[in-house]
Nanobody, 114 residues
Framework: VQLQAFGGGLVQAGGSLRLSCKAT????????MAWYRQAPGKQREVVAT???????TYAASAEGRFIVSRDNVRRTVSLQLNSLTPEDTAIYYC?????????WGRGTQVTVSS
């Protein structure tokens, strides 16, 4: 399985970014997908998950600001980041489970300047 995330960048506080992740090598239509992030010096943490039927869950830090979505035809999962703050600066990773093990993409850097 391969997960390729893209869409990160540098943005000012209050701005928005849209991340996307292309998944190959798995049956995407039945896969639970997730976005994690890891800030410098901190542990990787879940940001949002999305079930095959599109039902999302969010971490408290993401609730009301971020929106996760998926396109089962294009095999992509996206994360719309709104109202960004410097505390959102991190590498964002796409994640799924394959063969009972977590699978990770390479990550995309999001930097929010104050």
């Amino acid at each position: 399985v391969q997960l390729q995330a893209f869409g990160g960048g540098l943005v000012q506080a209050g701005g928005s970014l849209r991340l996307s992740c292309k998944a190959t090598g798995l049956n995407f239509k039945i896969a639970n997908m997730a976005w994690y992030r890891q800030a410098p010096g901190k542990q990787r943490e879940v940001v949002a998950t999305i079930r095959p039927d599109g039902a999302p869950t969010y971490a408290a830090s993401a609730e009301g600001r971020f929106i996760v979505s998926r396109d089962n035809v294009r095999r992509t999962v996206s994360l719309q980041l709104n109202s960004l703050t410097p505390e959102d600066t991190a590498i964002y990773y796409c994640n799924t489970e394959y063969g009972g093990r977590p699978a990770w993409g390479r990550g995309t850097q999001v930097t929010v300047s104050s």
